[in-house]
């Protein structure tokens, strides 16, 4: 009984040492540039045009940059504009409906 007992505890010091808390140190650059440019873009994109859109970043997202300022977006506009979609439950499922059919 004794020994189970001792098993059971080394076990548990196994299972401790493993579940310890592990850090990482990460390093971030910052430009060193003062220039700074905003881009404050306007979109009036119906949901539909936005769920196409959505379906042809989903093909190619590397050229999601180019796709989207062809767009007249940038990634944030491309966002706020979803999450204004988002919000409203028809507009939302004529989006999903948009980029089911185009994907």
Known sequence: MKANWIAAGAM???LLGGC????TQETVATPTTTESTSTTVVTN???EELGRLGAEIKKKP???KRILSE???DEQSFEKAIRKVSSNI???R???A?????S
């Open 98 to 102: 948009a980029y089911k059919k185009a």
């Open 62 to 64: 590397g050229e999601a």
């Open 20 to 23: 310890k808390k592990q850090t």
């Open 12 to 14: 548990a010091l196994v």
């Open 45 to 47: 994109m119906t949901p």
């Open 90 to 92: 028809e507009e939302s």
């Open 71 to 73: 767009h007249g977006l």
């Open 94 to 96: 004529r989006y999903a």
